[in-house]
């Protein structure tokens, strides 16, 4: 079954968007696809599809930069899983 992961995301300054757009630009694969949206200047969403969860648990490189970003204090994130129904 597909999984998702959705990573909402409020940048503390603007400036900081090529940072998001180093790791999570928009990119698809097989069994992978990937969604940065920017709805406003300095929020946005990257939305994650795998082809299952085993995968999601693998691929964490997206993740893990969204992470750095809070823990250096540059963003505030909220992170969503689930399987795709």
Do not use: H
């Not at 757009?21 to 696809?33: D, H, M, N, Q, V």
């Not at 997206?62 to 540059?74: D, R």
């Amino acid at each position: 079954m597909r999984y998702s992961r959705c990573i909402n995301f409020t940048l503390l300054a603007p400036s900081i968007w090529p940072l998001i757009e180093a790791f999570s630009k928009t990119e698809k694969k097989e069994g992978y696809e990937r969604y940065l949206c920017k709805t406003s200047q300095n929020t946005g969403i990257i939305y994650e599809v795998f082809l299952n969860k085993k995968i999601a648990s693998e691929k964490l490189d997206v993740l893990l930069g969204a992470q750095a970003l809070k823990e250096q204090l540059l963003a505030k994130i909220a992170v969503s899983e689930g399987e795709i129904i």
